[in-house]
């Protein structure tokens, strides 16, 4: 089977990584005031050219920052936009591990103005990782939706936007401001982390949208790959993008359940992107049907390999399950990943990092058996 010419590839990983003691702790220094940004800048410096070393010595294409210079995954770079603030959860969220359920209560997001961007966010990050990269560097950001799904309405200030439909354009103006400054300092690969997407193939999810922010699940879908599509418009022909499609990831635990149908005909073409990184590494993703739906250029990255647990998979089950999936989708429009990042947040998932690298080895050595 032919090599696969640009992203995503038949071995890919989501982005985040487990970050280093040595980083965690420059982190708690820099927050006591012991040490000051430009020596913070420096151990993310060394522990990024790190990583991305190992990710080359594994054998990835493909290469991120581990996204050691964040928090939490979406939160350092939605506040980057003019008008928007961090604000306290205001309803607790039920987060499912396999030890049992438990309840957090995650930051939210207001807007409190018209949007702008002041100046660029993410991308001095990628100028850094290009430059440490032999590998074609990726840049994950956040879904444009993140900035609408969690409050609705009720979470955007009326004055500044009387109406959705200016919200909606304003905001895919900033985040376009942003893709075209990544795409002039060479990007080539952009993934769009979307949650959202896969919360509303949960039935129980679903429901909360109508009954807290008022939206009808259905049209929300659409009102969503509008939204993507403008963000993205313009890009340059030899730009990859994909979406990650994430239920939740913290501290191993997760938020939504359900498989990709009620979802499938709208993510697979009705949003303009190159592929998708779908979570499959257990049945709270459903079965591999929706794949049918997946036209033909696009390509889906299967997410079998969990980054929850550290129990390795076995090369011959992860084989089998391809094959299942091939049964829906073309083998040659199918890829390997870890089913999310291994990190999300500062804190990462329960994981050790042995088994992290085990897990990105166990994906490269698997694609190169199936696809050569």
């Not at 964040?70 to 969220?93: C, I, M, S, Y």
């Not at 995650?106 to 949007?115: I, N, Q, W, Y």
């Not at 997760?254 to 990709?260: D, I, K, L, M, S």
Request: proline share 6%.
């Amino acid at each position: 089977m032919a090599p696969r010419t640009r992203p995503p590839f038949r071995a890919d990983h989501v982005g985040s990584l487990l970050r280093p003691p040595e980083l965690l702790h420059a982190r708690d220094r820099f927050r006591g005031g012991n040490i000051d940004a430009a020596a913070l800048r420096a151990a993310e410096d060394k522990a990024i050219r790190d990583a991305v070393k190992l990710q080359e010595r594994i054998g990835f294409r493909a290469v991120t920052d581990g996204e050691f210079r964040r928090t939490w995954w979406h939160l350092d770079f939605l506040r980057g936009f003019e008008n928007t603030q961090v604000v306290p959860a205001k309803v607790k969220v039920k987060f499912h591990t396999h030890e049992g359920d438990v309840e957090l209560e995650p930051p939210a997001l207001r807007v409190e103005g018209k949007l702008t961007r002041p100046k660029p966010i993410f991308v001095e990050h990628f100028k850094f990782l290009a430059s440490a990269a032999k590998a074609v560097p990726k840049i994950t950001i956040p879904s444009p939706s993140m900035m609408h799904f969690r409050g609705g309405r009720g979470a955007i200030d009326q004055r500044a936007y009387p109406d959705m439909d200016g919200f909606y354009a304003d905001l895919a103006r900033v985040y376009n401001e942003e893709v075209r400054d990544l795409a002039a300092a060479g990007c080539r690969y952009l993934q769009l982390d979307e949650v959202n997407f896969a919360y509303l193939c949960d039935p129980k999810l679903r429901e909360q949208v109508r009954s807290n922010i008022g939206e009808d699940p259905n049209r929300l879908t659409h009102t969503y790959a509008k939204l993507i599509n403008d963000t993205i418009a313009g890009r340059p022909a030899d730009m990859a993008v994909t979406m990650h499609l994430c239920r939740g990831n913290f501290q191993s635990a997760w938020v939504a359940e359900g498989g990709y149908e009620p979802v499938a005909e709208v993510l697979f073409n009705e949003i303009d992107v190159d592929g998708y990184f779908l979570e499959y590494d257990d049945e709270r993703s459903g079965g591999f049907e929706p794949l049918r739906l997946v036209p033909k250029g696009k390509t889906v990255v299967l997410g079998l390999v969990t980054t929850k647990r550290g129990q390795l998979e076995s090369k011959d089950e992860l084989r089998r399950r391809i094959d299942q999936a091939a049964r829906f989708c073309p083998l040659d429009q199918l890829a390997l990943s870890p089913q999310c990042g291994f990190s999300s947040t500062i804190e990462g998932n329960k994981i050790r990092l042995d088994d992290e690298i085990a897990k990105l080895q166990l994906v490269v050595e698997t694609a190169k058996d199936v696809w050569g």
